[in-house]
């Protein structure tokens, strides 16, 4: 009876550790890092790079219509690649540097898309490797296509303090606001900014697993006197 009190407390500390208030949406894929033939691509000089100084970066664009078929967003008669790029607004091309010094030892990596609950959009990522074939050089170098689309009507912020807005004050965004991140995965699984809560965490649940019975053990007389104390108010009355 002990063990299935104290594993149940355990069990609610490490929710409470790990629940946070959902506040964003997130889109993830997780991809190998394996090296290909490199691409000279004048396009590419104008967009935007992430690699390990700069892994996070906010944007905003604009979604497309409510009812758009989110694969069939930003696509043209004919196919769009990284070698020939559109001008949709309803999508953004990423460059992703996986060459540097710091990440050369590591294999898999995650991007991860996040954005506020709030707004009523559906991401679609995709990753393009560069084309093969000599005489380019060797590269991990990914690109990466993001696409957007309206998914309804947005959720009203209320603020604490301040009136609840009316249906004709409400603003809506016409772009979708969110933040991309790109970092390596520790053993293939774990995203390296998770690393320091994950270090954090253990000794807090180990410490919480053997305090949590001793705990127990310390209320058990007081649990065990008021169901006591309440069958003897029964039988009096």
Known sequence: MMFGRSSFAASCIFSLFLCNGVAANTEIINFISDLQRS??????GNWATLNSSHNERRWAIQPAPLGTPLREVCEADKEITPTSPSTCPHELWVRLNLDDTIWRSYRAFTLRLSWAAST????LIELYSPETGPPF???RTKYARIRVVD????????QLGRPNPRLSDQVVEPNVHFILILEPLYWGVLPASQLPTVCFLIPVLLAAAMAVPRVLAYLDPFVLQAREDMVSLDKEQ
């Open 39 to 44: 691409v000279e691509l004048p396009q590419v």
């Open 151 to 158: 998914t309804g009507v947005p959720t009203p912020q209320i």
């Open 137 to 139: 050089p060797i590269t």
């Open 120 to 123: 009523p959009a559906d991401f």
